[in-house]
């Protein structure tokens, strides 16, 4: 069975930085592609981004350029380097992994993700 579990969540001021992780056990990088996914209170659950065996990457159009999507497989961590933090940031973040859909697809998509993490909680206060 696949496992994932997210760490690295906290309480910034707008402008700061997080680095979450993900430590993946029973599954290869090279098998799966993987995403980050965020759910606000009151709202649906949305791609940020995610990543592909090859390293190719997808951004929601809310995050280009503040986020970035990593894995050392090395480590077999999947990393979001999240900087730029604003309040609208604030959410449930989830890491996800499925085998079948590409970047594009999870970031599109929460649907299209079938492993979930059970979610780190990221608050930024203005």
């Known amino acids: 069975q696949v496992q994932l579990a997210e760490s690295g969540g906290g309480s910034v001021q707008a402008g700061g930085s997080l680095r979450l992780s993900c430590a993946v056990s029973r599954f290869y990088f090279n098998s799966f592609s993987m995403g980050w996914y965020r759910q606000a209170p009151g709202k649906e659950r949305e791609g940020v981004a995610a990543?592909?065996?090859?390293?190719?990457?997808v951004y929601a159009d809310s995050v280009k350029d503040r986020f970035t999507i990593s894995h050392d497989s090395a480590e077999n961590t999947l990393y979001l380097q999240m900087n730029g933090l604003t309040p609208e940031d604030t959410a449930m973040y989830y890491c996800?992994?499925?085998?079948?859909?590409?970047?594009?697809?999870?970031?599109?998509?929460?649907?299209?993700?079938?492993?979930w993490g059970q979610g780190t909680q990221v608050t930024v206060s203005s």
């Open positions: 990543i592909d065996s090859d390293g190719n990457t």
């Open positions: 996800a992994a499925d085998r079948w859909s590409g970047p594009s697809a999870l970031v599109r998509s929460h649907s299209a993700a079938r492993f």
